[in-house]
């Protein structure tokens, strides 16, 4: 039981760009904040994901190692802390790129007055940005897989499921063996749930398995050690959660007060260990919901 599982050692506090492999580049947010890719190419650079509010440091540390604009920005997913930047790369003459999906989420949370606002009381601040950001969804968007060229390299985008946001997506390098994992990924960070579905999440880590990995960045926390073992972290993490919220169905009549009695002990050293109560209750609804 819970009481005798090892308890997961901290992460590091890395901040800032560190290198992949060979021209393959992790901005690691710190905390568990958003990281973000960049890769050299023998054209312009390539980003994936970004976000306004860390603009500033994530460039410092992009011109330490390229003084060129993106050609290309890729994003994993729609949340605000991945494509709220887009605008700004776009108008450098970057083109982006997502599943239609993210196109669709980003519309509909900046349609109903969201956009800005669900960021509010998470850090880095975002007060000081209601109602003076537009969006700017990826101009080039696919279903399924999107094999791009370019520069010299290849990145398949690849659609995964709906599990931590509708448009969970995955850049794979397949010459270099580097998956980005977005936020379907995090490293001895707690993930985060509201938009997506528990029920395609395990799953969804058993497809990411079969990636001949050398090398894994995830969304959040620092940079794993080489190889594909953060899948089974994570694995582990929503197999206990899926397993503890399920035995705290049978006791407590509603999925609020069943998520009050679920805990998660080994990960309380992670980042964002508040979560588990609002994982606790995604997963409860999720459990609940007729399919
Ligand atoms: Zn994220």
Redesign the pocket.
Known sequence: MASRAKVMPAPASTQGMVKVTNGIYAYIGGGGT?NFGLILTNGKPVIIDNDIRVRKPFLAGVRRITKKDAGLVLNTHH?F??TSDNGYYAKRGAVSFGVDLVRQEMEREYASGNWVKQMAGRGPKVEHFIGKLGISPPAVTFEEQIDIRYGGRLFQMVYIDRCHTKGDTVVWMPEEGVLFSG?LLTYRTHPVNRLGDFMNWLPALGVLKKFPVKYIVP??GPLPPRGGGIVDENKTYLARLKNRTAAALNKHRTPAKAAQAVSMPEYAKWFRARNVPNNALKMAKDLRKKR
């Open positions: 958003t949340n802390d991945h936020d969304g959040h």
